[in-house]
Every structure is written in structure tokens, then in C-alpha cells.
T-cell receptor, first 115, second 109 residues
Framework: NAGVMQNPRHLVRRRGQEARLRCSPM?????VYWYRQLPEEGLKFMVY????????ESGMPKERFSAEFPKEGPSILRIQQVVRGDSAAYFC?????????????FGSGTRLTVV | SQQGEEDPQALSIQEGENATMNCSYK?????LQWYRQNSGRGLVHLIL?????REKHSGRLRVTLDTSKKSSSLLITASRAADTASYFC?????????FGKGNQVVVIP
């Protein structure tokens, strides 16, 4: 079991470009959570998804950010028209149904740098 | 919303000493969790303590929880250089974790 896989590990984008971050949950995990970590800060919740459903996106900015977790394939966090303030580490966690954060496994994160 | 908040101090200790970190939160919780993050890496789950527990041990880790004061502490005994990391507490609510800002611990060999 490879754990939660995130790619790329590092991503550099120019202002105005799009960033796509991928997260493959652990085998058997159908719940995915995205968190953002700014420098010297703790992680902040962004969005909670199950297969083909967004359960809670209350932590995600209303503009430029979107997330999906299709029936097949990884979960994608998409940031359009990136700005310098989007530079952060983005972490994905997955869990099996019914356990919530008790069953969390975190990925190693994607570090986005906007130049 | 629930929010774990650590004492915002960095700790620098000698190998073999104990390290203690504190965390406070604002609302009722189901459980409180501690995570470790090595520089530039992901989070590793260390220990979970439920709201009806007062103390829990795991190896060299000891966690206490005082729900009346809405606070928790993490003690690392007999620290090692490999314990150098940032440590975060997190509280759970509404299918999400609320993290504090973290405590950076440096263990000097």
C-alpha cells in the first residue's frame, strides 16, 4: 500500500497560470480532504470530497479554486490564474468511510511557488 | 469553529532532555490529536486522545487533556536529534481538523 500519493512534489507557476495538484488516496479510502499550509502556519481546511461529490468546500476561496474527485482517477485541486499569495504547501489526506479524521493519512504535499 | 493553538514558542533542548508543548482550544471536542512535521515534509500522526480521556502514552510520548481548561500538553521524554520537527495539535469537528500554528522543536545532539 503506497499511502497517499501527491504530485507533483514541487510546482512553480507564473502569475496568471493554472496549477493542478493531484492526490491519489490510499487503497480503500473514499474520502479525501485538502488542506493548505502557509509558511510558519498550521494547516487550514479547504475542502472535503467523496467520490464524485463535494461534501464541504467551506474552506476554499470562492474564486479561482476548484476541486474534484472523479469516479476514476485522483482527486484534483485546481487553482486558476494563480497569484503570489497562493504560494503554499497543499496537503491531501484520505480516510476510509466512517472514521473521519481518526483514519486520516496525509500525503507529503505539493509545494506551490508562484513567481 | 474549533481551533487548536499551541504556545507559540520554539524549543531548543539538549538530546536526552524532555520537551513539553501546550495547546489550547475554544470549543467542545470529540478528540484532540498531535502531529509531527519534519521540515519540508508531510504530517505524521503521533497520538490521539479522546475527550473522555485524561492522559495517554505512546512510547516516549505522553499526552494530557484537560477539558475543563480546554488545553492539552505533549511531552516527549528522553529527546533525540531525530525528534527535531514542528509539532501541531489539531481538534476535530465537522469532518475536518483545525490545526494550531505549531511548535518548532530543535534537539541538539
Amino acid at each position: 500500500n503506497a499511502g497517499v500519493m501527491q504530485n507533483p512534489r514541487h510546482l512553480v507557476r507564473r502569475r496568471g497560470q493554472e496549477a493542478r495538484l493531484r492526490c491519489s488516496p490510499m487503497k480503500g479510502h473514499s474520502h479525501v480532504y485538502w488542506y493548505r499550509q502557509l509558511p510558519e502556519e498550521g494547516l487550514k481546511f479547504m475542502v472535503y470530497l467523496q467520490k464524485e461529490n463535494i461534501i464541504d468546500e467551506s474552506g476554499m476561496p470562492k474564486e479561482r479554486f476548484s476541486a474534484e474527485f472523479p469516479k476514476e482517477g485522483p482527486s484534483i485541486l485546481r487553482i486558476q490564474q494563480v497569484v503570489r499569495g497562493d504560494s503554499a504547501a497543499y496537503f491531501c489526506a484520505s480516510s476510509p468511510p466512517g472514521l473521519g479524521s481518526v483514519g486520516y493519512t496525509f500525503g507529503s504535499g505539493t509545494r506551490l511557488t508562484v513567481v | 469553529s474549533q481551533q487548536g493553538e499551541e504556545d507559540p514558542q520554539a524549543l531548543s533542548i539538549q538530546e536526552g532532555e524532555n520537551a513539553t508543548m501546550n495547546c489550547s482550544y475554544k470549543t467542545s471536542i470529540n478528540n484532540l490529536q498531535w502531529y509531527r512535521q519534519n521540515s519540508g515534509r508531510g504530517l505524521v500522526h503521533l497520538i490521539l486522545i479522546r475527550s473522555n480521556e485524561r492522559e495517554k502514552h505512546s512510547g516516549r510520548l505522553r499526552v494530557t487533556l484537560d477539558t475543563s481548561k480546554k488545553s492539552s500538553s505533549l511531552l516527549i521524554t528522553a529527546s533525540r536529534a531525530a525528534d527535531t520537527a514542528s509539532y501541531f495539535c489539531a481538534t476535530e469537528g465537522n469532518n475536518r481538523l483545525a490545526f494550531g500554528k505549531g511548535n518548532q522543536v530543535v534537539v541538539i545532539p
